[in-house]
């Protein structure tokens, strides 16, 4: 298989927008041309992430009315659906189509737009990620899957409820150094535990918000990206799903698609956790970010929520997690989050992260967690 | 094999049933053409007591837009005795009496053309 670099990089601010989640993604992709310095007759193919399209802008086939947004109508476009891992997917999938010789240059992206609706059908259009004869005929929101799976972490692990608001502070705190980010706004432990509960015993600054928008990735060859200024180099990625069903699962307080997609990624990189300098994780519920970190390998299960608290996880701390801020600050555009990931990883490596950069990042991670734990991507990138 | 709509027919009737593999005696709840355990194909029907524990819960406090007016209620995921779990909507159990650990037992409940599944008192 053939060497494959990140060449480029762009993001939208997110937040709320008033333009489409086309609109959105050619922003960003735009952006990303330009930082890689190829032009847009380069790129050879289009992987796309949205979710919630169908619902919320009435819009299937989202990944063409995409790419003819932005100008590239007859490139071959694929659209990714694997809930929040959507962009993720289709990253690894444009470097399969690299790495095997089909491609040179490829494009990835994705975006969301959920602000348009109100948050009740927001809450009902993210429940579809859930089984919908089992699971969503009670009644259940993604704030309920993982506040499951919090209740079974602190029965197992004796995790709190303040070890909890920690990663919420953390990330409120490395987020104020980002200025793409949705929340740029430190809070307090204090805050956390005292905001209304939406999922007992997850509370309101437990869950990250609805965000609209976009995310894009220049991916290309080693001949192409030795011409670049600024290759990274793509170590892994790798992907692994598990039982669809909550009650198929015989562990609430572990995720194994993560640590069936951390190992596949390790062996392909050839190196363990311990090699990793910086992480991008899913922290769509501060629960998500304690049992993630976990299952990374990390730290040891049940250590997760001790980590958060002792602040080894923060900006200056023996491993910093979501330095962009993550989904809990930064925000999360569901079909852009993968992309957004990679983008900060990208941007860590080298070395342009400005007040938020891990010194010296040389190798690091991202993990992408799609809809009830059933899909996670993981992968890894490295520098020269 | 059992279908979903065989499953919940039965369940309006008041009776849960799963699917043992007469190969390697994997539990499982249906639909599943192969075993996940084994991946043979010889599933048989076993009546499941409908007792069980909260293995987990939560309480939804901001529902979807059509549960909008039963919030706040409680799901629960219940251990059956047998060892194969259900997600289940919580019913006639205060929501502060909730806790890991507490027997239940499986309540069928009917809306009209649907059924899902709820645990009340043990």
Redesign the interface.
């Known amino acids: 298989m053939r060497k494959v670099a990140v060449v480029g990089v762009g993001v939208t601010k997110f937040g709320k927008h008033d333009r489409t989640s086309a609109e959105l993604f050619a922003e960003a992709a735009v952006e990303a041309l330009a930082d890689a310095d190829l032009s847009p007759g380069a790129v050879q193919a289009l992987y796309y992430g949205n979710v919630v399209g169908s619902e919320t802008e009435h819009q299937l086939h989202t990944g063409p009315q995409a790419a003819s947004v932005l100008g590239i109508p007859t490139v071959p476009t694929t659209r990714m659906e694997t809930a929040c891992a959507s962009s993720h997917a289709a990253f690894r999938h444009a470097v399969m189509e690299i790495a095997s010789g089909v491609s040179e240059v490829v494009l990835v992206g994705g975006a969301e737009r959920v602000l348009n609706v ?4 927001s ?2 259009y993210f ?1 579809y990620a859930s089984d919908a ?9 993604f ?2 899957v993982f ?3 919090a ?2 972490h602190m ?1 197992r692990w004796g995790t709190t409820e303040e070890q909890m608001a920690a990663v919420a502070v953390k990330n409120h705190r490395h987020g104020v150094l980002n200025p793409k980010a949705q929340f740029r706004k430190e809070i307090t432990v204090e805050q956390v535990l005292r905001s ?7 509370k309101l600054y437990d869950c990250c918000p609805f965000t609209d928008g976009g995310a894009a990735l220049v991916l290309a060859s080693e001949e192409v990206a030795r011409t670049r200024r600024r290759p990274v180099w793509v170590l892994a990625s790798a992907a692994a799903s598990d ?1 669809m ?5 015989r562990d ?1 307080a572990r995720v194994p698609a993560t640590e069936r997609a951390a190992a596949a990624a390790y062996r392909q990189a050839g190196l363990g956790p311990e090699a990793v300098d910086v992480v991008e994780l899913h922290d769509c519920f501060t629960i998500a970010e304690i049992v993630a970190t976990e299952g990374l390998g990390l730290f040891e299960p049940g250590m997760g929520g001790v980590a958060a608290e002792r602040g080894w996880t923060s900006l200056g701390g023996k491993i910093p997690v979501n330095p962009s801020g993550g989904l809990k600050a930064k925000g999360h555009p569901i079909g852009a989050t993968g992309a957004a990931q990679i983008a900060e990883v990208v941007t860590q490596l080298r070395g342009e992260a400005g007040p938020r950069q891990v010194d010296g990042a040389r190798t690091g991670l991202t993990h992408t967690l799609g809809g009830n734990t059933a899909t996670v991507l993981v992968s890894l990138f490295g520098r020269e | 094999m059992i279908h979903l709509q065989h499953f919940f027919e039965r369940a309006r009737a008041g009776e849960l049933t799963g699917v043992r593999c007469r190969r390697c005696g994997e539990l499982a709840i249906p639909p599943k053409e192969f075993c996940p355990a084994c991946h043979e194909r010889a599933w048989e029907p076993v009546p499941l007591s409908g007792e069980g524990t909260i293995a987990s819960f939560t309480v939804i406090r901001i529902p979807p837009r059509a549960w909008a007016s039963e919030a706040p209620y409680a799901i629960a995921a219940v251990q059956l005795r047998e060892g194969v779990s259900l997600l289940g909507r919580i019913v006639d159990i205060p929501l502060e009496r909730l806790a890991v650990g507490l027997p239940v037992r499986f309540r069928a409940l009917v809306d009209r053309s649907q059924t899902a599944v709820g645990f009340g008192p043990s």
């Open positions: 109100a948050t009740e059908d809450t009902e429940a004869r089992w699971e969503q005929s009670l009644g259940l929101t704030p309920g506040a499951l799976i209740r079974a029965a209304p509960l939406v999922a007992d015993p997850l039982a069903l909550i009650h198929d699962k609430l």
